[in-house]
């Protein structure tokens, strides 16, 4: 507060004056126009290249409209924009730098890789920030063209309370930047990506407001560097995210890895009439090793899949796809209304996800496509783009589980509209499948099994409820080693386990009440009649 009242005062005594904050530099002494129609660009950019050459100071932007094509940042300097100033980008591409040369291949896609083409863009620089009241307008209808704050391979950075809008590319793009703290910060109607941690340490993101069509906030870990630069110490806290597609992912771009990750007390939603395609995204497709990741406190609605885990081996920028890791993922006290397809944790058969636990999940379902027959295999896709919804439909409501070592599901909850499945049309169930792989929506479908396992070992799961079904509440497909104990499968449901495969076994039930199911324990073909104990003992 002292120093915003001697801010104030220096600027109501002169705006070109020294503040005791350190040297101010008013854009209006550099000849800015500041009508939002006659181009600023030379005019701010002399403003801030004089504070650089003094040393450093802050740039400040009094209220008005200020047309600006790529501006640099310079070390040791501080954009402040007031209450009523706007840096408006321009509609012309060709006020913008070209996309900088790299000298070396990468096969990421031209918004992860660039970042000279920017509205605001910093390279190499240190101790930056951009604050203030004020907005950055990128000005563009559609997505593709300049990002609106692009920073490559810089330290201590300071973004707070800024409004960004109308950004055609990533709003906030980090490539190999550390030390930031991001604050306070709104973004509305970005066609692109919210905030991009790209190869990045020690992130603070907190306190923001994120609409963008693309995913919210997504980690990454690309090639752009030409090297492989992990993405650690990344903490996401008290944040709103709506989004066309995913409110926080790792990934895709997953060459690098990702350690010590936080997000907690966040709201995710969908965007208007679109719904989210996840509200929590995991994924490792390039070779990357996720490890220590932590999400607690979250609520979402309108989000079609709310946690997607996924270990693939797409291999981008890798001369031989070569799998990583994911594992020692902790999710708890999630609660999501209005999810549409199941959360899935899927590794590939020769690397399995280890260590997951979900605790305290709470997710109500507003229907779902027909479920995919529990008999017929569902495809590994083990280079395929990894997606929420890649797999099309899969053989539970709930959740689908392959390929995992070490699972602990305690106090899950999954309920849904039994009404919606019912009573409601073709159409009106019909849930924005790709066009390439529609489900037959011909027929109403009932909630089958609500928790479905193929190929898992050490597995806990406590606590469980879910809506009469169908099928099995749990499916078993080769499971080894697993615990389930104060389970409460509701009235009707017409079996509590099924257990399919030769390799199933070392099952243990214990103090689940089976009461709500007409059969407690159904056994394929193949199943030995000794893979199940359970206490108290259950009638076969």
Partial sequence: MKTRFMLIMALTMGLSTAWAGGPLYN??????????????????????????????????????????????????????????????????????????????????????SYFHNALIWGEDVEYVAITGQGMIDCNF?????????????????????????????????????????????????GHADGIDPDSCMNVRISNCHIEAWDDAIVPKSSFSLGERRACENITVTNCYLATGCNAFKLGTESGGDFKRIAVTNCVMDGLEEDPAISGIALESVDGANIDGITVSNITMVNVRTPIFLRLGNRGRDMEIPTPGSLQNVAISNVV?????????????????????????????????????????????????????????????????????EGLTLSKINFGCNRDFWRLTTPDDRKVNWKKDGAPDLSAPAEPGTTIFMDDVSDVIIEGLQGVPTEGAMVHFVNVRTAVLRGCLPAGDTKTFLQLSGEGTRNIKLMGNVLDGASQAVKFDEGVRQDAVEAYPPIKR
């Fill in 336 to 404: 999501a209304t209005r999810a549409m397809f199941p959360c899935s944790i899927t590794g590939i058969p020769k690397k399995r996800v280890m260590g997951v636990t979900l605790d305290n999940i709470r997710i109500t379902y507003a229907g779902s496509n027909p479920m995919h027959p529990a008999d017929t295999p569902i495809p590994e896709l083990e280079e395929k783009y990894p997606e929420a919804d890649m797999f099309g439909t899969l053989p539970a409501y709930g959740m689908y589980c392959r390929h995992v």
């Fill in 27 to 112: 854009v209006r002494d550099f000849g800015v126009v500041g009508d939002g129609v006659a181009k600023d660009t030379a005019a701010v950019q002399k403003a801030i290249d004089t504070a650089a050459s003094s040393g450093g100071g802050t740039v400040f932007f009094p209220a008005g409209s200020y047309l600006c094509g790529s501006l640099h940042l310079k070390s040791h300097i501080t954009l402040m924009l007031d209450n009523g100033s706007v840096i408006l980008g321009s509609t012309s591409k060709d006020d913008y730098d070209p996309w900088e040369t790299l000298p070396f291949k990468n096969d990421s896609d031209q918004e992860t």
């Fill in 141 to 189: 209808k559609k997505r593709h063209g300049p990002k609106a704050i692009a920073l490559k391979r810089c330290r201590y950075v300071e973004i707070t309370g800024v409004h960004l809008r109308n950004c055609p590319n990533y709003n906030i793009s980090m490539l190999g930047t550390d030390y930031v703290n991001i604050d306070g910060v709104t973004i509305q109607n």
